[in-house]
């Protein structure tokens, strides 16, 4: 409670400063008072050179009390929470073609997500400490930002104090303007520091660190070396070979550096580049978003107020991702608040932010005119790749005083008091201005082509070709000559220029530059800020893939044809793609978020958008909005990504559309429940266009299945396939969807084991309707009429079916599985699936994270996210292993969880080994070609993803199996097999059985704590549980739950604490306290973990059964269909009638077995009785229920 008082005391404190100016200059106090501090702080000698350079920060910070005006920009920014930030892995020779371009297969590019402290820090990835980090990022991601936050941090004794003495930073565009410096000078720059000094600091180079913030943005090129500079420190040098000797590392070879940079074809800047560490800014996250309104406005309310406006519109919260527009956005909606408007900002892209900014800055006819020389100016830097200006070069272009004055005081201009010149506020400003300059010239002094090719070279020259669309100057040429933008533009500057012929410069550069190539990301941005149709429409009519062999497997060789493959990183990415994808002809077929698989074969051309991050419910909407307008589009397949309900509640609107041409839709694996089948049965019953759907690998249950059927059911039906996984549905649904088919012919509903191997049925040369009538002759032909494998969920499934699990040794949790051939196999109960070249023995242990984590000194950085396995198996025949984690990779709209943090841990004799997985899927971490020891899924604990980890959980709820008055026992915990089968056997000490219930739906949060209440009867002790992970040998929490005489139903329920969301329910009938015999036996004779007494006793069985047809007669229409039933009483003797109906037992779930034995106690007591006291049973246990409780 103090904790909150007092940060609500902090915000409103910090509430009082509006002004940014106000804000820099309290935080500059701050830091002056806390280098004070350092300076008094006694240190032993080893350190002066630190407190040497610490002097000179100090100083640094004084002198910025002053100069407030100077650093405008930071102003911007000075509030940043945290950026995102991406750490690449892959090779530097095809990063440019996989994230800028098209690519013919999934690139093989991976990283993961990292936090400041990581960039030249001890890392869990990389063994060697880094000299070399290269920022990059697009136009106002906040690059530069961070490059000043890494030596504010460094000052203030937060980062790297342990590796760096000094930390240097250079803004390269001021170094541009020296023409010479030498090493001294450079160091010493604006820093009065003695001689003698620097060079007892340069006398230590593995303890400085050089930032060079821009490194790309000045016309040089950063080659030649002299080194002779070690030599004398003193010796003028060009700033370019200067700068080349220390990278090249023929001066100071010790010492690090950190560049920050747009482009990443650095090679031709710098070509003495070795192996950097390259990190790329990925932006804001939803979350952070959120964070800088709060830190923008001063009043809580007015940053609740315009930060839900935002959220209101998907499109405008997509383009705050970009820090500078994010700051855009707030800039026009405070103004909009001052003047006491209505929130409003319908802008869709940056140009027409862009344009809103000036029209609410700049007014009055002298300001507008001005604007023009402004424009040019901007212009002209561009041409000479120049960003700062003399006041003479202003005047040149007939700024005026007030002018200029005006445009420093709004924020448009800075000026640099160290050297008397001025810049535009931020990079991205100049380039739009110099966009509107090439569009505002004078039209009878052009010259038609040749004038646009004087632009297009000047573009080209500066930006590159192949870099040309990635560009904010280009970006915004398209987006002011859009309809929109251009009649802004005439309406603002008073101009009758035509746009048809101001429209002849796109089409000549994309003449130029795009003449056989597919469009590549920049030039999506490109066509997104135009959104003219007639343009987007000729772009994308020419974009075609190409043949290509896919991956050459040893087993086989997928042939993928016409596929194209393009990595997106970010929301704004896959915002611009899916818009431009509906003007694309070409494309019939779309996957999102592909990862590694293989064997989908899609007929038609076919386009892969790979995203490495989870994709938010914002950007799902605007994915789905566009696909109502993509009349090409057939075939779109979504597996593998967590849908939330409000991504599937905007998909199903997409699909009731009538527009959306959608004939096969994919959800295999997205994480879909029972609460979602209402609205895929609401498109079922319109009249949709959708004939094929894939619903795999979700856990629908029996109530969604049934609420399907009522779609199914509608005569608007226009569904023919339907993929769904049966083995898990009571017999009731099966009969109803059996019941179905059987009315509907067209109808063919599939249940198959093997997704990943599964290809879609819909072929575009032919008709759809073949399809269906084809497989049901299949199917009839093969004699088998369901499709269904015999099995349980302790098997494991495989291509011949299922393969039983075998009980090795009780105590230690060890079991055995002989898998019979190649292929996958998947056990449900365990969530372990390999994937196997040959016949192969496996063994599997249960193991507990206590007895190995303790032991690492990297527990307080890392979280549990999954059993822990020890596996054994001959080496190379596993060729992937799929280990379970209990992760949500959903979680709510703000939080998803980063695929990059997980880790798989092999515990060796050296210690603990942490390995990035090929890939995370919803509930599994991917191991390819894997070496065995004990292993699990950690997940690393960064505080850019948020304070809370989402998992799936499960309620476990015990009942004492012959106490009168009723009591039960209720756990809530990480959905974790071990720690299941754990409280399975402690409870069973105490003779409480399991009920079977759904567990909560949505992701639940570790710490989190959950309050438990039932009927007004009951009794409950304690009434809250908290979610956290102990492991299967430690005590679990639990509420016991008294009720006494149970003799009408209970409900009860759990409530997140903090809001009182409910977050699951259950109803407890007396029905459901049946006298069943438990999974785990308490017998002094250890009996078979998992086990149900029917499995345990099947040899004794089959032999001692005398009257099997009385035991079938009871079994009939409850367990044993009329085939069933007549397929064992055609055996000949008992023991062959006993020996059918167990192999059909294999297939029953623990309902079904417990009718089994009550139909064994009924027709064979005897044998019953004989055979529980030798396993040691209580003899209560196998009396009926009203004589044991006489008893």
């Known amino acids: ?128 400490k880094p000299q070399l980090v290269i920022i990059e990022g697009a136009a106002g991601i906040g690059k530069s930002t961070l490059a000043r936050q890494v030596k504010r941090a460094w000052t203030k004794g937060e980062l790297y104090g342990y590796r760096f003495w000094c930390v240097f930073f250079f803004s390269c565009r001021e170094l541009a303007q020296h023409k010479q410096l030498s090493l001294t000078e450079l160091i010493a720059q604006g820093q009065e520091i003695p001689t003698a000094r620097i060079k007892q600091i340069l006398s230590h180079p593995e303890k400085l ?53 747009r482009t990443t074809d650095l090679q031709k800047l710098i070509p003495s580049l070795e192996q950097p560490c390259w990190v790329e800014v990925l932006g804001f996250t939803e979350f952070e978003r959120e964070n800088y309104f709060h830190q923008y406005f001063a009043n809580t309310t007015d940053a609740v107020t315009a930060f839900r406006f935002v959220k209101s519109n998907p499109v405008l ?34 140009t027409t932010l862009f344009l809103k900014y000036i029209s609410q800055t700049i007014s009055g006819q002298h300001l507008k005119t001005q604007l023009r020389a402004l424009c040019k100016l901007a212009a002209e830097g561009i041409c000479q790749r120049s960003t700062l200006f003399s006041k003479r070069d202003l005047c040149k272009q007939g700024l005026a005083e007030d002018a200029i004055d005006t445009f420093l005081k709004i924020g448009v201009l800075q000026k640099k008091p160290s050297s008397l010149s001025y810049s535009f506020v931020h990079l991205y400003l100049q380039e739009f201005f110099a966009a509107i300059s090439y569009i505002l010239e004078d039209s009878e002094e052009r010259h038609g082509n040749k004038d646009n090719e004087r632009i297009v070279e000047t573009l080209i020259e500066h930006y590159g070709k192949q870099n040309l669309f990635e560009a904010p100057t280009m970006r915004f040429l398209f987006g002011l000559l859009s309809k929109k933008g251009w009649k802004k533009v005439k309406k603002y500057f008073y101009s009758n220029f035509s746009r048809k012929t101001k429209l002849k410069l796109l089409w000549h550069i994309l003449a130029k530059t795009q003449p056989h190539q597919p469009p590549c990301l920049g030039l999506l941005y490109c066509l997104y800020e135009n959104q003219e149709k007639e343009l987007l429409t000729h772009v994308m009519h020419n974009f075609q893939g190409t043949i290509v062999p896919g991956p050459d497997d040893k087993a086989h060789t997928v042939l993928q044809t016409n596929m194209n493959h393009l990595v997106i990183q970010t929301d704004m990415d896959l915002m611009v793609v899916t818009f431009c994808i509906r003007f694309c002809s070409h494309v019939r077929s779309l996957r999102v978020n592909m990862g590694r698989q293989q064997g989908y074969a899609l007929t038609a051309p076919s386009m892969v958008l790979y995203k490495r991050t989870p994709i938010t419910n914002t950007n799902w909407n605007i994915f789905f909005s566009n696909l109502k307008f993509t009349r090409n589009l057939v075939n779109l397949d979504l597996s593998g990504n967590l849908l939330s309900y409000s991504a599937v ?41 959708l004939t094929e759907l894939n619903l795999q690998l979700n856990d629908l249950g029996d109530d969604g299945v049934m609420v399907l059927c009522e779609g199914l059911r509608n005569r608007a039906c226009n569904l023919l396939i339907l993929w769904l996984d049966k083995a898990s549905l009571s017999d009731q649904v099966t009969t109803e969807l059996r019941t179905l088919e059987a009315k509907n012919p067209k109808l063919f509903i599939v249940s198959i084991r093997e997704p990943h191997m599964m290809v879609p049925s819909t072929n575009m040369d032919k008709e759809v309707s073949d399809s269906p009538a084809l497989l049901k002759q299949q199917r009839q032909q ?208 105490f ?55 149970m003799d009408s139903e209970i409900k009860l329920q759990i409530r997140d604490k903090r809001h009182m969301n409910l977050i699951w329910e259950a109803l407890l009938k007396p029905g459901d306290l049946r006298p069943t015999l438990p999974r785990i036996a308490p017998a002094p004779k250890a009996a078979p973990s998992l086990l149900h007494f029917t499995d345990q006793h099947r040899e004794q069985l089959v032999a001692r059964v005398t009257s099997v047809d009385p035991l079938l007669d009871k079994l009939h229409s409850q367990v044993l269909s009329e085939d069933s039933y007549e397929a064992v009483r055609a055996e000949t003797t008992n023991q062959d009638k006993m020996r059918k109906l167990f192999s059909l037992s294999r297939s029953w779930n623990w309902d079904c077995k417990d009718q089994f034995y009550q139909a064994l106690k009924e027709t064979h007591p005897h044998l019953v009785m004989d055979l529980l006291e030798k396993s040691g049973y209580p003899r209560r246990m196998w009396l009926p229920l009203s004589w044991a409780r006489a008893l």
């Open 991 to 1045: 003779q409480f059985v399991r009920i079977n219930k759904p567990p909560p739906v949505d992701a639940l949060y570790v710490g989190s704590r959950y309050v438990v209440s039932g009927s007004e009867t009951v009794e409950i002790i304690p009434k809250e549980l908290e979610l956290c992970y102990r492991s299967p040998g430690e005590s679990q929490l639990f509420s016991e739950i008294y009720v006494g005489h």
């Open 317 to 350: 919260l997509t383009l705050c991702e970009v820090p500078w527009v994010c700051w855009l956005v707030c800039t026009c909606l405070k103004r909009k608040a001052v003047q006491r408007r209505d929130l409003s900002l319908t802008s869709q892209t940056t």
């Open 209 to 261: 660190l050089f930032i060079l913030d821009g490194i790309d943005e000045p016309a040089w090129v950063l080659e030649k070396q002299n080194p002779e500079l070690c030599l004398d420190w003193s010796q003028t040098q060009p700033v370019n070979t200067l700068l080349g000797s220390l990278l090249g590392k023929s001066i100071l070879p010790g010492a690090s550096f950190l560049l920050t940079a």
């Open 782 to 989: 093969s004699g088998d009429k369901h499709m269904e494998p015999l099995g349980t969920d302790d098997d494991f499934w495989g291509p011949t079916g299922p393969v039983a699990t075998e009980v090795v040794d009780i105590e230690r949790n060890l079991y055995r599985v002989q898998l019979p051939k190649a292929g996958s196999y998947h056990c449900p109960s365990t969530g372990l699936h390999f994937v196997v070249t040959r016949a192969v023995t496996i063994e599997i242990e249960f193991c507990a994270w206590s007895q190995y984590l303790e032991k690492t000194p990297l527990q307080q950085s890392l979280m549990v996210a999954g059993p822990l396995f020890d596996i054994k198996a001959e080496q190379g025949t596993v060729t992937a292993v799929y280990l379970p984690h209990f992760v949500s990779l959903k979680g709510n709209q703000e939080e998803t969880v980063d695929i990059s943090l997980f880790r798989v841990a092999h515990f060796q004799e050296h210690g603990m080994v942490l390995e990035t997985p090929a890939r995370v899927e919803q509930h599994y971490a991917v191991l390819e070609n894997p070496s065995f020891s004990p292993v699990g899924i950690l997940l690393r604990l960064i505080p850019a993803v948020g304070h809370f980890i989402p998992i799936t959980s499960i309620t476990l709820i015990y009942y004492h199996l012959y106490l009168e008055d009723v009591t039960f026992h209720l756990y809530l915990v990480p959905n974790d097999c071990t720690i299941r089968k754990a409280i399975d056997e402690e409870e069973m000490t």
């Open 1 to 128: 409670m103090g904790k909150s008082q007092s940060k609500q005391k902090s915000d409103t404190k910090v509430a009082q400063y509006d002004d940014p100016e106000v804000l820099y200059t309290k935080f500059v106090m701050q830091k002056h008072t806390e280098v004070k501090q350092m300076r008094h702080r006694p240190r032993p000698k080893r350190d002066s050179l630190l407190e040497t350079f610490l002097e000179l920060s100090m100083k640094e910070v004084e002198e910025a009390l002053y100069s407030v005006q100077s650093l405008k920009e930071e102003n911007l920014f000075q509030n940043f929470t945290r950026l995102l930030l991406f750490q690449k892995l892959c090779p530097r020779g095809s990063e440019n073609l996989d994230r800028k371009s098209w690519h013919p297969c999934v690139p093989e590019e991976g990283g993961h997500v990292i936090e400041i402290q990581d960039l030249f820090g001890p890392n869990l990835d990389i063994q060697k």
């Open 649 to 689: 509640q905007s998909l199903c609107t997409t699909l009731r559309h009538p527009n959306c041409q959608l004939m096969t839709l994919w959800l295999v694996d997205c994480g879909l429940t029972s609460t979602y089948c209402s609205l895929l049965a609401s498109v079922l019953s319109a009249r949709s266009s």
